[in-house]
């Protein structure tokens, strides 16, 4: 039995920060806080460079009894989730500046980091609601923390919806054990092609239920815009990216190690919920105003997006790659685009950022990059992750859900292009509507958009990372 | 070398955004720069030598993983076309001398345009051309919402998007196709032309060219795909047009000689016949379309639709092995390539004129002009030139194209050839008839005409126009320097579309 520790050391690191930065941040006076930011830097840095190490090491393993799994997919998704983590930090500096709690934000960030790790690398349908919870719980007080009337519906809302969703996939893991006997993906793998055919379905559907809450997919959707809306610009930055890594990298280890052989038509569901999501998001996000509201409309469709390497998980061997490439591509470019927002507080509808060229060149120029690049222009990495994804779909006999995926990205192209437009027009809106909240944000939206062209441009270097199958 | 070529341009524009120049020096960057990248070229072609293959093939490794690579190289169907995007640019350059409105960002963006065009001609790599096709696609949309007419013209340019958007979209959808059929699986031109991977594959086949049809047509464009292009021509700056008609239009064109036909040949064979029909109602319908507007830039944009319709009509004739030889096929190749630096240089010509209208007069509609002979000699001979050329009379560039279309297609094509023929009957006419209210008659100006009245062509206008129409002249009267680079890579082509 593999209980090796040291395979653990970027969830541990995380986990270790986050209770030290909660002991030092009782005892740090209040212009000090600052110190458990910079540890939780440390602690994303330290995990970075350890899988770093780890991957290019090439050993793949299974450890705790099968129960967590360290391989391609794992390792992509630590870098991705800790990557982001380190610019949702970075845009939440001018945010907190002054605020009483600024230690407890961080350690919160570092929990539900290390929870949506925990996901990742899930092997194990009990392991994987653990992950569940701890990436969900400190979540709802992130979403709740500016503590004024629309953070507290935010919060509300997220955390009904989480409940509730989590109380089903429970149900679901259960219903599951109860097919297969087992919890282990190993172990069903075997066991449920022989199960009740009923209860398998049952069962994958309720546990689906909590992993499509997480991601904010279709028909789980609904609390996607009020959170994105309510909560403070890092936050919703934060919900409407890092958790769904971690979702999408557990529905696509379960399905593709767990469920192979099962007779439950499981591909074709996920097909049908990725057109659902991508439709759905983008017919909602048309006419939205506030710029929050279109970007979570737009994650919705983007979810969309990232289903359909999940459905042809087990058809096509570009699925992989596919879905941990566009993840990475998807994560810059939302967070560039939400580092944009953060660094103007005061501009919240599309017509507020009516003459930005004029004002603010360069953070115009990161939105003109970041949402051609959701839409998946080229040279930007989203467009390589299009391309891969369409592929790896067209390859696993889905061309029709390629076909709807291009009509969605022309449609979608409509509204990014609604914001896009006023940035050119001279400037109709007062001046202090566009003044920007400080450096940190800035940096963070120009390193974004940056690192979203660089990885369309270098996609050569890191696409083979992100190639191998998944531990047996 | 290509390369140096190609992104010479993005260069200057790198060291525009770092140092802020005042907008004339600006210019005058972009104009040594545009220079600078025709003298390259020129230099490319005097040491091109003969035969069909390609020359400057350069190839690195890009994303080896999903079979991309950073692929380049020219042969007879491209040069032409990578010559003349230079030369354009270089007049489009000279042209914007006179534009006073945010000067260092409009010539930021056309000297991007001008790396993006260029990429697309010497790209090998569907993906490379990909990318070039549709950052074309961002910034024509720049040019025409920054520097339009107006509010109209913000709506124009989003529905030129759009337009062309879906049309880019169905093109990677017939590429990943593509990609999937071959193996080992590939984005590379060459090695995808040598494998044929789609020869019998029936019905997947015929999907693939359809989403690579209907993208290319959209961009070419052809009816019913040309909605898009009278409202982004009318709406565009004289530039933007001259650029978008010149040089965007030629992306859909040489996508079918580029990819569709030498990476489809036996699809493309078996629906040619479709290529034919919508090549042929393009050419008259364009025609038709054009003689009933009033307004001249409009005019000008429908002649767009006719003479694109010509050059689908040779492609489309180019597949049919039937009742034709090798020789018959090669020309309406040929035929095709050359309507596409022919039409090139025209149509940007004649933009570039309207826009001298529009500058003096504040209007396009030719019933509010007449007369305008007499106060402006230069800008009547001009038009007169570039519209005799357009329609296609002997000894200009036009004729030469349009002459070895129509011999390439008759052979095969009699139907549609004839019916595509009473195009240039159109045509001269409604040259004629613009020519003839505008210019001759007693002297009208419209109210909107400025203080100084209606001046002649300044030094910039003239410097930017006369050289493209001269050149049209020298291809009308000697074209073999050309002919003798576009005929053995379209006899290439054909040997390539009759395997």
């Not at chain 2, 525009?16 to 025709?38: E, F, H, N, Q, S």
């Not at chain 2, 002649?303 to 030889?325: E, F, P």
Request: net charge positive; charged share 10%.
């Amino acid at each position: 039995m593999n209980e090796n520790l040291a395979a653990l050391v970027p969830e541990t690191a995380l986990l270790v920060a986050a209770v030290a930065g909660l002991l030092a941040g009782s005892w740090l006076p209040r212009r000090r806080q600052w110190v458990v930011a910079a540890l939780a830097a440390a602690a994303c840095v330290a995990g970075v460079v350890v899988t770093a190490v780890t991957m290019a090491g090439g050993r793949d393993q299974l450890v705790f009894s099968g129960a967590f799994a360290v391989d391609t997919a794992t390792g992509a998704g630590r870098l991705i989730v800790l990557g982001a983590l380190v610019p949702v930090g970075a845009m939440s500096v001018e945010w907190l500046r002054g605020n009483q709690r600024e230690a407890e934000y961080y350690v919160l960030l570092l929990l539900t980091g290390g929870g949506t790790l925990a996901m990742i690398g899930a092997n194990d349908l009990l392991m994987l609601f653990a992950g569940y919870l701890l990436a969900s719980v400190p979540a709802y007080a992130l979403a709740g923390f500016a503590k004024d009337a629309t953070s507290t519906e935010a919060a509300l809302k997220y955390y009904l919806m989480g409940a509730l969703t989590g109380v089903v996939m429970l149900a679901g893991v259960s219903v599951l054990y109860a097919a297969g006997h087992a919890t282990l993906y190993g172990e069903l793998r075997p066991a449920l092609p022989s199960a009740p055919y009923g209860l398998v379905a049952v069962g994958l559907v309720a546990v689906l239920a909590g992993l499509l809450f997480k991601i904010g997919g279709v028909p789980a959707h609904y609390w996607v815009p009020d959170v994105t809306d309510g909560a403070m610009a890092p936050v919703a930055a934060y919900v409407t990216t890092l958790p769904k890594i971690g979702g999408l990298i557990a529905a696509f280890r379960l399905l593709h190690q767990a469920f192979p052989a099962s007779e439950v038509n499981w591909p074709l569901l996920l097909a049908v919920l990725a057109a659902l999501s991508m439709t759905l998001g983008n017919l909602a996000a048309f006419f939205q105003t506030s710029v929050k509201r279109l970007l979570a409309y737009s994650t919705i469709s983007q979810v969309g997006y990232l289903l359909m390497a999940v459905a042809v998980a087990t058809r096509s061997d570009l699925a992989q790659p596919a879905l941990l490439f566009y993840l990475a591509a998807y994560a810059v470019t939302n967070l560039g685009a939400f580092a944009v927002v953060t660094e103007l507080p005061s501009a919240r509808t599309l017509d507020d950022y009516r003459g930005l060229a004029h004002r603010h060149p360069g953070l115009a120029a990161v939105l003109v990059v970041c949402l051609l690049g959701l839409v998946g222009t080229p040279p930007t990495g989203v467009f390589l992750g299009k391309l891969e994804v369409f592929a790896a779909a067209v390859n696993g006999d889905y061309t029709w859900l390629a076909a709807l995926a291009v009509a969605n990205t022309v449609a979608s192209l409509f509204y990014y292009l609604r914001w896009l437009t006023p940035l050119f027009r001279t400037p109709g809106v007062p001046a202090d509507v566009h003044a920007p909240a400080g450096r940190w944000s800035a940096t963070t939206a120009y390193l974004a958009a940056a690192s979203s062209l660089a990885l369309g441009i270098a996609g050569g270097a890191v696409l083979p990372l992100f190639t191998g199958a998944p531990s047996p | 070398m290509l390369t140096v070529v190609t992104f010479l341009p993005l260069l200057a524009c790198a060291v525009l955004v770092a140092r802020r120049l005042p907008g004339r020096a600006c210019v005058w960057v972009w104009i040594a720069t545009a220079a600078a990248d025709l003298a390259l070229v020129i230099a490319l072609w005097a040491n091109f030598g003969a035969g069909g293959g390609l020359r400057y093939e350069q190839r690195v490794r890009w994303i080896p993983s999903a079979g991309v690579s950073y692929h380049v190289g020219v042969d007879g169907l491209s040069l032409p076309l990578v010559a003349l995007t230079c030369l354009l640019f270089l007049a489009v350059a000279v042209y914007s001398l006179r534009e006073t409105r945010r000067v260092r960002a409009y010539t930021c963006l056309f000297l991007f345009l001008q790396t993006v065009c260029l990429g697309l001609f010497v790209a090998l790599d569907l993906i490379v051309f990909f990318v070039f096709f549709d950052l074309s696609i961002v910034g024509m949309f720049f040019v025409i919402a920054g520097w339009g007419h107006g509010e109209q013209g913000r709506a124009a340019a989003l529905k030129f998007f759009l337009y062309t958007f879906i049309g880019s979209l169905a093109l990677l959808l017939g590429f990943i196709g593509l990609y999937l059929a071959a193996t080992p699986h590939t984005f590379d031109m060459l090695d995808l032309t040598r494998a044929n991977p789609l020869a019998g594959r029936g019905a997947y086949a015929a999907l693939v060219l359809l989403a690579i049809g209907a993208g290319l047509a959209v961009k070419t464009p052809t009816v019913p795909f040309h909605t898009w292009l009278p409202p982004a021509h009318t709406d565009a700056p004289a530039a933007g047009s001259a650029i978008l008609a010149g040089i965007l239009l030629k992306m859909g064109a040489y996508g079918f000689v580029r990819i569709a036909m030498p990476l489809l040949p036996g699809t493309w064979r078996e629906y040619a016949m479709v290529f034919i029909v919508v090549g042929a109602v393009s050419a008259v319908y364009g025609a038709l379309v054009a003689l009933g507007q009033t307004h001249f830039k409009r005019m000008i944009a429908y002649t767009s639709v006719n003479h694109m319709g010509y050059i689908v009509l040779a492609v489309g004739a180019a597949g049919v092995l039937a009742g034709t030889d090798v020789q018959a096929r090669t020309l309406a190749v040929t035929g095709a390539v050359t309507q596409m630096v022919s039409h090139g240089l025209l149509t940007a010509a004649l933009f570039l004129l309207s826009g001298v209208l529009y500058d003096r007069g504040g209007t396009y509609e030719m019933d509010r002009y007449s007369g305008l002979a007499a106060p402006s000699p230069k800008l009547a001979t001009a038009t007169g030139v570039a519209a005799f050329a357009s329609l296609g009379i002997p000894g200009f560039s036009g004729f030469i194209a349009e002459f070895q279309i129509f011999t390439g297609s008759l052979a095969s094509q009699a139907v549609a050839t004839a019916i595509a023929l009473t195009g240039i009957l159109i045509t001269a006419a409604l040259f004629l008839r613009a020519l003839r209210g505008m210019f001759m008659g007693s002297l009208r100006l419209p109210s909107s005409t400025g203080a100084g009245g209606f001046g002649d062509m300044v030094a910039a206008e003239t410097f930017s126009i006369a050289p493209l129409l001269t050149l049209g002249l020298v291809i009308g009267v000697a074209p073999r320097f050309l002919l003798d680079v576009i005929e053995p890579a379209g006899r290439t082509l054909v040997g390539l579309v009759a395997r």
